[in-house]
Structures are given as structure tokens and as C-alpha cells.
């Protein structure tokens, strides 16, 4: 099935109306061939044909002017007895086996049949060298011809697609002597291109086509003198390149549509399963750290993560979905997680309220209609354990019906003392294929999580982070929180013709955290002794979201539309009955579990929020001309919270238009120039002086850039410079001191450049730089100038790897980064400063058939650093060396 704009999904088929006419040519072929079989076919006057004769069932002229007959040659005089056969008897005889197409929609269905699928590529060592196995879902592949470019054998099969488990590209390195790379792919217009490149010369095949199957026998070409002094390795192939697991072209679930990123006047960063599965990422933390301008924020006492991007604190969504704080108190799961895909700058067009600084968008994996079996186990430093399985497959013979089961258990200790966490974690998925334009997948998934809330360190009254070991727990490892959260999720995408579709989703989500939760609540009069507090947490949330986009592409005379409609409504709720009970301190230097709370005095609170938002949105992507592209839209919000506190009601509302619109430009194919204005607003609580509710905070974001494919298909690059202003603030109001006004302004501006691919066959990339310049321009209690929290003036990514492709060592792999981070604000005053740090991480792993070994090594050098901050009494350390060790097999 192929559907556009949904998650996970395959290419169209190409080209409808070529392909119908292809068929008309091939139905008026077999008819003379069919006639040429005949001994002897003498062809009679005989009255006009009508269309409906002809088996192709095409429209044909009726009133054919009769025949002359004709001579028959000496040579088939032999036959001359022979009945004389008919068009209607060749029509009637082809009827039996394969009935005329009467309908466009009939036609559509053969073209689609007479297809194949290959669903599998096996390369296999011979002593003559090696064979290259196709296999196909069913039917038969036409055997292809071949033709030589560079040092590569080059074939295309027509008719046919490549669906495999993994993706739409086979690559194996160095598979025999004398090969260098064995790649197949697909191409547009329905072909698949094998490509089989020497070491020294073109390779030698052999084609058999048999029943499903197709085998290609290579030999290693011979080199002559001329080819000795050619370089030994040639991957370019008719004009397409080997794609590489490090660069991914699209982002539809963030940008709702298959639109390249190169098309798109915004920066954009696709961080793929193969970085996260090099780099053994378990934590978020460790996944958008290698996208420029993303860093991480806070935990939230070591439960929720938080990021900003360009100087502004991140929404995270998935599957395009926001990914509401109301049930997101724990860290995310990665286990279902396919890919992570960063948009950054002001977003508000699709994806709502929000500060202007983008959004992190998490894309789970689908269901592949070809059996996959993987288990993986990784263990390491401070007892950490972690098994993983993912399985998938058809349910059906003709695969209509497939799942996807992803679970992970992980038992882990940490280098703060104490602090142990274990979580649970299943996810199964049922993609059905209703008909080859209508597919509904349902997807359900369990987290529980327990673990004690961990604040960190403390900032003293002399703005430096406490001289205490990074390893000192300020908590009770005891008092331990246990969270769980449900997600039910279904996807709708109908096609309902080549040129309009509709995608519908729908989230219920539900989260409940219960337990102690004891933390320093405070400052410290003598930098020793901090006051501590002991909640008893019961805290229940849900959250019911429904989203439709539809999807048009049209002409206006020479100018082509991709056109996206959308609305959105959302509902949250969250009530919480908790008791906090104070009295207690904890010496810092000296710390003890053995609190002893003062229970005649508590503090019982409840709190109940309910939000409502709808959004509707509309967006076209404007190719004005081939090299030339606008982008224009707008969303019109809607918002309105209720909250409770302990009978005291306040009420938020906000209404706001967020429009947007950019411009693309590509001077030369590999190169786009873009350049876009984009707004984005967040609701405000309170009312002034005057009791006049407080206006949304808007972003308004400028920002140019330059896209490159360096390398087609395998290495690409983002040159992005931004401007974006954060307005409608509050801040004092110096006549009513008891008030707030809205004239603060804060501003973040910089250059990023990102670079991600391979260099060489085996060689990949992914690296970063971001300068941000991100501080206050206006306020009456906040000094102007004072640097935004969090947020670093330089940071810094760079992790390459590479895998050796040929001989005894070939799938032996070696990577490393390094992750620079410089010095942060810890809050709006400035009253303290992080210091900025460097991160080395290096991996060794070997890969071959179907097992793969890796080993980690994260933060090589054990240097000390902090994070994150939260305020002055939540200093997030970094983990010091830590070594990881994962084995994983597929079957």
C-alpha cells in the first residue's frame, strides 16, 4: 500500500497514466504476437474492429477499412491448411485467462498487480564470487539487461518496488574479492536499480530468473592496464547514489507532508535509528544533543526532561502530536522510538501554542509487512540492565494486517548514591491495510516507572555550585515515586484520488503518579543546612487530542499547489490531592536519610486543571517555478484554562492568529536558499492594573539559510541565521507595583551549521555548531542585556564513524565525539553561571550477518560538569566515565 503523508510511509506508485499507457502498448503487442504464433494466418476481408473486441479493452477507432489478403511465403506453406484465427477469437481465448479492463479504477488495479514487491536481498559468497538474491511477495521479476558505468555493473528491474524490513536501501561493503559494494534501491517509475561495483574493474553477472526469485552470479572483473591507473572504488551509478542510515531526506510526521527538507524554508534535523543505535543513546538527553542549538534544560527533579532550542524552552511532540506535560512526568521511552526530528525557530503554523523556540518531535516505530525479529541487551556501568525486543510481521498471507511489538525492562543504579530506577515498558502496534489507499493503524503502549526524585546540588549564597561530590544524594533513596502512563493512538490515512488524501489521528492518553516525593524546599541562612520537605504526591491526568489534515495538490494554470487544511482540538485535565509536611533539614555536607517531619502541621493542597484548545490551520507550498518555491499559511488559536487551587478559581483565555511565510530557491539542483518570517504565542495568566486579562506572548522569528547536498543522498548541510524575538512579557508595572505590564522583550539571535551523511562508503558523519546570543532587551526588573537560563553562546557536536568494508575485518567499527558545551546562566538574573564543559564519547562494535557487538564508552575522559539547572536549588551533575555494552541479533 502507498499512502502519502503518514508516518512511516512508502513512496507512491509512479506515474499512473504512463504506466496506462504502457498497458495499451502491451496489450496491442501481445495480440500480434499472439497472432504470429498461428502456423498460418491468412487475414480475410473482414468488417471494422470495434474497441470492445480487443482484449486490452482500449478505445480504438471502429471503422478499420478491410485487409487485402496476403501471400504466404514458401517457407510457411506448410500450414496453408491451417483454420483461419480471428481478432475475436484471440479476444475470446484471453478473456478465459484474464478479463478485459472495462473502468479506469479496473485498469489501476492490473497495473498495481502486475507490480512486484521485493521483500527481500540476500548477498551470498560463492567460490567464483558471490550471488546477489531477489526475492518477491509473489510474481515473477523481469530478467534485466545490464550496462557498465565506471567501475559499476548497473541494472534496472521495471515493474517492480523494494519493500525490506529495514528500509528502501540495501547496502553491503565489501562482500567478496574484488567487490566493493553490492547496493540496491529504488528509482522513479516503479524500478529498482542493482548496482555492483569492482574494486579494480566491472564485475561479470550471470541473470536467472526463476518463480519469485531472481539470482545474479557476479564474478569480480578483471583489470586491465588502463584500469589500474582508474581510482580503485567508484560508487556513481546513472546519475542516483548509495543512500547512507546517517541522512534522512524527509520529515513528514513533523512537517505533515513528504516534502524534502531541502523544499523547506525552515532548519530542520532528522536524527536517525542508526546515530541513536551507534551512539547506544537510553535517554533523550543523548539523542538531540548532536542536533546545533538544542540543549538540555532541567529534569525536573530527574523525571521529566526539558530542552531549549535557540535560547527558548522546547515543546516535545509525537507523531506530530504534542506531547502534553499533564502526562509526561517521567523520562521518555525510546524503545518504539524510530527516529527524532527537530524543527527549530517559531512553529506555531502547525503545531500551536509554544514558545518560539521549535519543537522535538518523537516518531515511533511502524509495522513492516515482512517478518523481523531482533533482541537486544545492554549492560553497563552503575548496574545498569536493559533488555529490548522488537519483533514484526504480517498477520495475513497477503500482509494486510501487520504488527509491531516493541517491550523493554531496565533495572538501573546511577552514580548519585541511592538513586536506583526500574521501569517497564510495552508497545504493540496493528497497522490493516483496508485497500491499497486506506490503511488504520492502532497503537497502544504501557510505561511504569519508579525511582526517587533526585534534585541535585545546591547553588551557595556565593553563587558557586556547593563543594560536594557529584555522587552525594540530598534525598531519601527510599521515598520512591511510581508512575504510569497509558496511550492509546489511531491513525487514519485514506487516499481518495493521486492528487487529494486525508490523514485523521487521535490520542487518549492517561497518567497517575503516586508516592513521597522529599526535596529542599529552600534556601539555606548559614550555606550548610537546607530545609527539606516531604510530599505525599497523588496526581491523575489525562488528555483526549483529535487532529485531521487534508491534503491537496493541484494546478493553477503552469503553477503547482500542495495545499494543507488542518484543524486541531485538544483536552486536558489534571487534578491533584497532595500533602506536604515541612520541618526537617539536610546538611549538605553531612547528609542523612533519617527525616523526621513534623506531621501536626501540614500543608494539604488540591488543584484541578482543565484546558481546552482548537486550532485550524492552512498552508501551500507554491512551486512557482521548477527552481522557485513560496510558502504561505496561517493558524488561527483558540485556548482556554480553568484551574482550581484549593477553591481559589482563576481562568486563562487566549485567541491568536499565527501566520508564516517563506521562500525557496534552489540556483543549481544540490543547493536551496531559503529565507522565512514565522510567529508563534504562548498563553498568559493574570490581568493588569486595570483587571484587562493579559495578551498572549508572541514570537516573531526571521531566519535565512542555505541547504547543500555535498554528496547526493548521502551528505548534507544547513547553514541557518536566525533572528527571533520573544514579546508581550511581563515585568513590574512601575506604577502598580502589586502589578505586572506587558513591555518585556526578550531576544535570541546566532548562526547554525549542520552536516550529517557519509563521506565514504563506510565513513559517516554528524556534526553541529550553534552560536546563540540569547538575552533580555527590555524589562523593569530584569537588568537588559542579562543572558537567557540555559542557554550556552557556543555548543558544539561532532560524532563520525566508520566500518571497515572489506577482508577479514570487514563489519569492525570504531566512532567518536565530541560534545562541547560553554558556559550558562543559571536563572533570568544572572546571579550564577554554570561553567561550560567538554564530553568524549568513543565506541568499538563489530556487525556481521545478522548479530552486532557494541561497546561504549560515554564521557571517556570523566570530566565534571553540570548539565542542567532548575533554579538555585536544583544543579543537575553530568554522569562521570560510563561503559556500555550491547549484543543484539536479528532472526
Not at 534544560?297 to 531549549?308: I, K
Not at 501536626?600 to 512557482?624: C, H, M, T, V, W
Not at 555548543?795 to 570487514?810: M, S, V
Amino acid at each position: 500500500m502507498n499512502l502519502q503523508n503518514g508516518v512511516g510511509q512508502r513512496p507512491l506508485a509512479g506515474a499512473r497514466c504512463l504506466g496506462l499507457m504502457v498497458a495499451l502498448a502491451g496489450s496491442w503487442a501481445g495480440a500480434l504476437a499472439l497472432s504470429a504464433e498461428a502456423q498460418e494466418i491468412e487475414v480475410l476481408e473482414s468488417p471494422g474492429i470495434m474497441a470492445e473486441d480487443v482484449s486490452s479493452g482500449a478505445a480504438i477507432a471502429a471503422d478499420a477499412p478491410t485487409a487485402p489478403t496476403e501471400t504466404v511465403s514458401e517457407s510457411e506453406s506448410a500450414a496453408v491448411d491451417s483454420p483461419v484465427i480471428s481478432v475475436e477469437d484471440i479476444s475470446r481465448a484471453e478473456s478465459t485467462t484474464n478479463p478485459p479492463a472495462t473502468t479506469v479504477e479496473e485498469w489501476q488495479a492490473q497495473i498495481a498487480q502486475s507490480r512486484v514487491t521485493i521483500t527481500n536481498v540476500r548477498v551470498e559468497e560463492t567460490e567464483a564470487g558471490l550471488q546477489v538474491v531477489l526475492e518477491t511477495a509473489g510474481g515473477d521479476l523481469t530478467a534485466p539487461a545490464t550496462q557498465a558505468v565506471g567501475e559499476a555493473l548497473i541494472a534496472e528491474i521495471p515493474n517492480a518496488v523494494l519493500e525490506l524490513p529495514d528500509g528502501e536501501v540495501f547496502e553491503q561493503f565489501g562482500p567478496a574479492e574484488g567487490i566493493a559494494l553490492v547496493s540496491v534501491m529504488n528509482l522513479p517509475g516503479d524500478r529498482v536499480q542493482i548496482s555492483i561495483t569492482g574494486t579494480e574493474a566491472v564485475p561479470q553477472a550471470q541473470i536467472n530468473a526463476d518463480a519469485s526469485t531472481l539470482v545474479l552470479s557476479v564474478m569480480p572483473g578483471v583489470a586491465t592496464a588502463t584500469d589500474a591507473d582508474d581510482e580503485a572504488i567508484q560508487v556513481v551509478v546513472t546519475g542516483e547514489e548509495a543512500g547512507s542510515d546517517y541522512f534522512v531526506p524527509n520529515a513528514p510526521s513533523t512537517l505533515r507532508t513528504d516534502v524534502d527538507i531541502r523544499d523547506t524554508p525552515s532548519s530542520i534535523q532528522v536524527i536517525p535509528q542508526q546515530v541513536i543505535r551507534d551512539q547506544a543513546a537510553t535517554n533523550v538527553r543523548d539523542i538531540v544533543r548532536n542536533a546545533s542549538g538544542v540543549n538540555y534544560a532541567n529534569s525536573q527533579s530527574g523525571r521529566d526532561e526539558e530542552f531549549t532550542i535557540r535560547g527558548f524552552n522546547a515543546e516535545t511532540f509525537r507523531n506530530g502530536f504534542r506531547d502534553d506535560f499533564f502526562a509526561r512526568l517521567t523520562e521518555t521511552e525510546l524503545a518504539n522510538i524510530d527516529r527524532v526530528e527537530v524543527l527549530k525557530g517559531p512553529a506555531a503554523l502547525l503545531f500551536g501554542r509554544a514558545e518560539p523556540a521549535g519543537i522535538i518531535n518523537f516518531v515511533t516505530k511502524q509495522p513492516l509487512r515482512e517478518p523481523f525479529y531482533e533482541l537486544a541487551f545492554t549492560m553497563g556501568s552503575f548496574d545498569f540492565t536493559r533488555p529490548t525486543l522488537d519483533f514484526s510481521g504480517p498477520l495475513t498471507a497477503d500482509g494486510s494486517l501487520a504488527y509491531r511489538l516493541n517491550a523493554a525492562y531496565e533495572s538501573a543504579g546511577s552514580f548519585r548514591d541511592g538513586v536506583n530506577t526500574e521501569r517497564f515498558f510495552i508497545a504493540p502496534t496493528l497497522s490493516w491495510e483496508i485497500s491499497d489507499d486506506t490503511e488504520l493503524t492502532l497503537e497502544f503502549s504501557y510505561l511504569n516507572d519508579t525511582r526517587p526524585r533526585d534534585d541535585g546540588l545546591v547553588v551557595l549564597s556565593d553563587d558557586e555550585v556547593a563543594d560536594i561530590s557529584f555522587d552525594t544524594f540530598l534525598g531519601d533513596p527510599s521515598a520512591r515515586t511510581d508512575f504510569e502512563e497509558t496511550r492509546t493512538e489511531l491513525y487514519l490515512d485514506h487516499r481518495f484520488n493521486d492528487n487529494l488524501s486525508l490523514r485523521s489521528l487521535l490520542r487518549y492518553t492517561t497518567g497517575s503518579e503516586v508516592g513521597p516525593i522529599i526535596g529542599i524546599s529552600g534556601s539555606s541562612e548559614d550555606d550548610r543546612n537546607f530545609p527539606v520537605d516531604r510530599l505525599e504526591d497523588n496526581l491523575s491526568a489525562k488528555s483526549f487530542i483529535i487532529q485531521n489534515d487534508l491534503i491537496a495538490e493541484f494546478n493553477t494554470g503552469a503553477v503547482e499547489h500542495e495545499l494543507l487544511f488542518g484543524f486541531e482540538y485538544a483536552y486536558q485535565f489534571r487534578e491533584t490531592d497532595f500533602r506536604r509536611i515541612s520541618g526537617e533539614t539536610v546538611d549538605i555536607f553531612n547528609p542523612t536519610t533519617d527525616f523526621t517531619f513534623d506531621e501536626s502541621s501540614p500543608f494539604d493542597i488540591i488543584f484541578e486543571q482543565e484546558r481546552n484548545s482548537f486550532g485550524i490551520y492552512l498552508r501551500d507550498q507554491i512551486a512557482i517555478l521548477d527552481n522557485l518555491q513560496l510558502v504561505i499559511g496561517g493558524r488561527f488559536d483558540t485556548f482556554n484554562e480553568e484551574s482550581e487551587f484549593n477553591g481559589g478559581i482563576s481562568e486563562i483565555n487566549a485567541d491568536a492568529f499565527s501566520p508564516r511565510i517563506g521562500i525557496v530557491y534552489r540556483p543549481v539542483e544540490p543547493v536551496s536558499l531559503y529565507a522565512s518570517h514565522t510567529r508563534s504565542f504562548t498563553p498568559n495568566g493574570g490581568s493588569d492594573a486595570d483587571g484587562e486579562p493579559f495578551d498572549p506572548e508572541r514570537g516573531t522569528g526571521f531566519e535565512v539559510g542555505v541547504k547543500a547536498e555535498i554528496i547526493p543522498n548521502r551528505l548534507f548541510s544547513t547553514l541557518a541565521l536566525y533572528n527571533t524575538t520573544l514579546t508581550n512579557v511581563t515585568t513590574s508595572d512601575p506604577d502598580n507595583p502589586e502589578f505586572s505590564i506587558q513591555t518585556g522583550e526578550q531576544r535570541s539571535r546566532g548562526i547554525e551549521v549542520d552536516i550529517q551523511g557519509q563521506i565514504l562508503p563506510g565513513w559517516n558523519i554528524f556534526a553541529g555548531y550553534a552560536y546563540t546570543d540569547a538575552e533580555v532587551t527590555e524589562d523593569n526588573d530584569i537588568s537588559v542585556g542579562n543572558r537567557l537560563v540555559n542557554v550556552p553562546e557556543h555548543n558544539l557536536n561532532l560524532w563520525t564513524r566508520y566500518t571497515i568494508q572489506e577482508g577479514d575485518l570487514a563489519g569492525l567499527g570504531f566512532g567518536a565525539g565530541v560534545f562541547y558545551v560553554s558556559e550558562r546562566a543559571g536563572d533570568l538574573d544572572n546571579s550564577f553561571f554554570i561553567d561550560g564543559y567538554t564530553r568524549v564519547d568513543a565506541v568499538i562494535s563489530y556487525e556481521r550477518d545478522d548479530y552486532r557487538f557494541g561497546l561504549n564508552f560515554q564521557n571517556l575522559f570523566d570530566a565534571e560538569f553540570i548539565e542542567g539547572t532548575n533554579g538555585r536549588t536544583q544543579i543537575i551533575p553530568g554522569a562521570p566515565f560510563t561503559v556500555l555494552g550491547t549484543i543484539s541479533v536479528q532472526f
